[in-house]
């Protein structure tokens, strides 16, 4: 496999750009009167954190071809830490929601594709736009408001979409997995990161992938 590619100086240039359109504390409030507003949509009162977003994006392998699906990006610091790990905007299939979270991805990612939709039901969502398998999934949906049927419904569809041994990616605030492996024990591996305490509330980041 070729090494890693690092961020081009463009590629910089654009995080710097966005560094300074962002404001950690106006982020913060969206998600706050979005929590408020739809508490079972959004799932948390903050984004994620820097060092969280970071360990999520750090399984995804910028090397692997295909799309690169998000699902419930919220305000873009997962993104940016895609972005960073050297995934191009334009390989970036951002599935969210809220349609003010979908217009200011757009504004702030404008190479990337965001879809308003249902991450639930990703297969309905994206349709026809997806033509070749993804190279990873990342989710900050929260998944345990959702039946473990629905869960693993997700599961089955994503990987469906993705090459064999492409990561779903997923965070949680819980102690326990949100999808636990005994489920489909033989059909998936599954996981996890060290808890990031720098996170707030801290979290854990769960890997599954189809063998």
Request: some cysteine.
């Amino acid at each position: 496999m070729p090494p890693l590619r690092r961020s081009s100086a463009k590629a910089d240039v654009a995080l710097g750009d966005l560094r300074k359109r962002r404001d950690p504390l106006e982020d913060e409030a969206r998600f706050l009167r979005s929590w408020f507003e739809r508490p079972l949509v959004t799932g948390a009162v903050t984004p994620s954190g820097k060092m969280l977003a970071r360990t999520m994006a750090s399984y995804v392998d910028p090397r692997v071809s295909g799309p690169v699906i998000e699902l419930g990006p919220g305000t873009g610091p997962v993104t940016e830490a895609l972005i960073r790990r050297g995934i191009e905007q334009e390989r970036l299939v951002l599935v969210e929601y809220n349609p003010d979270f979908c217009k200011l991805l757009q504004k702030r990612f404008p190479r990337a594709t965001i879809v308003r939709g249902d991450a639930y039901d990703i297969t309905t969502t994206l349709g026809a736009l997806i033509t070749e398998k993804a190279a990873a999934m990342v989710s900050s949906l929260p998944l345990f408001t959702k039946p473990l049927e629905q869960r693993l419904d997700l599961l089955n569809a994503a990987h469906a979409m993705m090459h064999a041994d492409a990561p779903f990616v997923q965070f949680t605030y819980a102690v326990v997995p949100p999808i636990p492996a005994r489920c489909d024990a033989g059909t998936y591996t599954a996981s996890r990161s060290n808890r990031v305490w720098l996170n707030l509330p801290p979290a854990r980041v769960w890997v599954y992938r189809r063998p």
